[in-house]
């Protein structure tokens, strides 16, 4: 037992540099009451800090053991931030939210649960809106709860979510009921903070010849929205857990969109020759009839200004981890036109569990073979609203050799 919780503390430390960590201890222990004793109350770790309004008195502080992050990096957290109801807004009489002060651009990272048994909740910052989902959490062998005079048994380990903020001012909301906050953690985004550059940053910068988005190296420019959890999969015949984005439910219902989905985002948009690159694993045990023609995968679609549907591809069928002992195995598609954002969807009658989200964006290649002077002279290639426009013979096309208008 005690190599456990070596592992455990291990993973504790496991912070990177530029994070900044707001936790609770027993010193903060406060019941909720009429008085408001948390409103205003200010909790920081350096420049970074949380704000806490709660004008009725809903809010407390108590000790609670949960381990957050994965199956394989866990770490134990003892108290934590009851929330005790629904979010209000700013001017209500009973306005109830938490104000997340960044020193610059980052990614927030919070451990959180639903503050119920019997519902989930969702958390929201900027926008962004995270499922809380415990039936989703990793279950690892170890004494339930850190305690050590049960020495067999499973502990659960919640999901750790992400937010991209901005320097300033973010407002936290949970707009479901109540939830249970157990850290906040900020990692500066690349050039951004007194903490220094990191990890951090949900939108990367493009630069032609690398790769921009690389899960689950990293998990900037990606996000999971409506049901969509990032959780672990289990492969190599239900043996090897892996990291990954589940797709539980499909992206449409009565043919629109109903916010099912992986988003990823790039700052300035995705471009015409960038190829998206993904892999992932369906676990279902098919020799049960009731299984029998279970399948999943996933769909690469567009959104336009009213939500509109454009689907770019569908990749072939994922493997089945529950069966197979091969690798999940990685399939390419590239863009042949601008978009601002892309999604990927679930397609099939189970849950997708996507194992590798990769965007390269290639280095524009030069006009080659030109042999003759004539021939030269009617290939141009030049910059027009950002874009590479390449004319030959009197006609544009694009960097992916699509003809353009």
């Given at each position: 037992m005690k190599k456990i919780f070596t592992l455990i503390a291990v993973a504790a430390m496991a912070l990177s540099a530029s994070a900044q960590e707001i936790t609770?201890?027993?010193?903060?222990?406060?019941?909720?009451a009429s008085s408001a004793p948390l409103n205003n109350k200010t909790f920081s770790n350096g420049n970074f800090s949380i704000v806490i309004t709660d004008l009725e008195g809903k809010f407390a502080i108590d000790g609670s053991n949960a381990f957050f992050g994965t199956a394989e990096s866990y770490k134990l957290y003892s108290y934590r931030l009851k929330t005790g109801a629904t979010s209000k807004p700013a001017g209500d009489a009973k306005a109830r939210y938490i104000t997340i002060k960044a020193p610059s651009a980052g990614t927030v990272k919070i451990c959180a649960r639903s503050g119920s048994s019997s519902a989930d909740r969702n958390i929201e910052i900027n926008g962004t809106?995270?499922?809380?989902d415990d039936d989703a959490a990793a279950k690892v062998d170890m004494p339930d709860k850190a305690s050590e005079t049960n020495p067999t048994g499973t502990t659960s380990v919640y999901q750790i979510h992400e937010f991209a903020v901005n320097a300033g001012d973010n407002t936290l909301t949970f707009p479901d009921g109540s939830v249970n906050f157990y850290s906040f953690e900020f990692v500066a985004g690349e050039g951004g903070g007194e903490e220094g550059g990191g990890e951090g940053g949900d939108t990367p910068t493009p630069v032609d010849g690398t790769v921009l988005i690389d899960y689950p190296t990293l998990t900037a420019g990606t996000a999971a929205s409506g049901s969509t959890t990032i959780t672990t999969v289990k492969i190599h015949n239900n043996k090897d857990a892996i990291?990954?984005?589940?797709?539980?439910?499909?992206y449409t219902t009565e043919g629109a969109y109903n916010n099912n989905s992986i988003n990823l985002t790039l700052e300035g948009g995705f471009?015409?020759?960038?190829?998206?690159?993904?892999a992932g694993a369906v676990n279902v045990d098919t020799s049960k009839s009731e299984n029998a023609g279970k399948r999943a995968t996933a769909v690469l679609f567009s959104l336009d200004a009213t939500n509109n549907i454009t689907v770019l591809n569908t990749f072939s069928d994922f493997i089945n981890g529950r069966v197979t002992s091969d690798e999940p195995q990685e399939e390419s598609f590239t863009l042949t036109e601008d978009v601002p954002a892309l999604y990927l969807g679930r397609d099939g009658n189970t849950g997708a569990n996507v194992t590798l989200i990769k965007v390269t964006r290639p280095v524009p290649t030069a006009i080659s073979s030109v042999t003759t002077t004539a021939t030269a002279a009617a290939v141009k290639k030049y910059v027009e609203n950002g874009k590479v426009v390449i004319v030959k013979d009197g006609k544009k096309f694009n960097i992916a050799g699509a003809q353009l208008k």
């Amino acid at each position: 037992m005690k190599k456990i919780f070596t592992l455990i503390a291990v993973a504790a430390m496991a912070l990177s540099a530029s994070a900044q960590e707001i936790t609770f201890t027993e010193g903060d222990v406060v019941a909720a009451a009429s008085s408001a004793p948390l409103n205003n109350k200010t909790f920081s770790n350096g420049n970074f800090s949380i704000v806490i309004t709660d004008l009725e008195g809903k809010f407390a502080i108590d000790g609670s053991n949960a381990f957050f992050g994965t199956a394989e990096s866990y770490k134990l957290y003892s108290y934590r931030l009851k929330t005790g109801a629904t979010s209000k807004p700013a001017g209500d009489a009973k306005a109830r939210y938490i104000t997340i002060k960044a020193p610059s651009a980052g990614t927030v990272k919070i451990c959180a649960r639903s503050g119920s048994s019997s519902a989930d909740r969702n958390i929201e910052i900027n926008g962004t809106k995270k499922l809380l989902d415990d039936d989703a959490a990793a279950k690892v062998d170890m004494p339930d709860k850190a305690s050590e005079t049960n020495p067999t048994g499973t502990t659960s380990v919640y999901q750790i979510h992400e937010f991209a903020v901005n320097a300033g001012d973010n407002t936290l909301t949970f707009p479901d009921g109540s939830v249970n906050f157990y850290s906040f953690e900020f990692v500066a985004g690349e050039g951004g903070g007194e903490e220094g550059g990191g990890e951090g940053g949900d939108t990367p910068t493009p630069v032609d010849g690398t790769v921009l988005i690389d899960y689950p190296t990293l998990t900037a420019g990606t996000a999971a929205s409506g049901s969509t959890t990032i959780t672990t999969v289990k492969i190599h015949n239900n043996k090897d857990a892996i990291a990954c984005y589940k797709l539980a439910n499909g992206y449409t219902t009565e043919g629109a969109y109903n916010n099912n989905s992986i988003n990823l985002t790039l700052e300035g948009g995705f471009k015409a020759g960038d190829v998206i690159t993904i892999a992932g694993a369906v676990n279902v045990d098919t020799s049960k009839s009731e299984n029998a023609g279970k399948r999943a995968t996933a769909v690469l679609f567009s959104l336009d200004a009213t939500n509109n549907i454009t689907v770019l591809n569908t990749f072939s069928d994922f493997i089945n981890g529950r069966v197979t002992s091969d690798e999940p195995q990685e399939e390419s598609f590239t863009l042949t036109e601008d978009v601002p954002a892309l999604y990927l969807g679930r397609d099939g009658n189970t849950g997708a569990n996507v194992t590798l989200i990769k965007v390269t964006r290639p280095v524009p290649t030069a006009i080659s073979s030109v042999t003759t002077t004539a021939t030269a002279a009617a290939v141009k290639k030049y910059v027009e609203n950002g874009k590479v426009v390449i004319v030959k013979d009197g006609k544009k096309f694009n960097i992916a050799g699509a003809q353009l208008k």
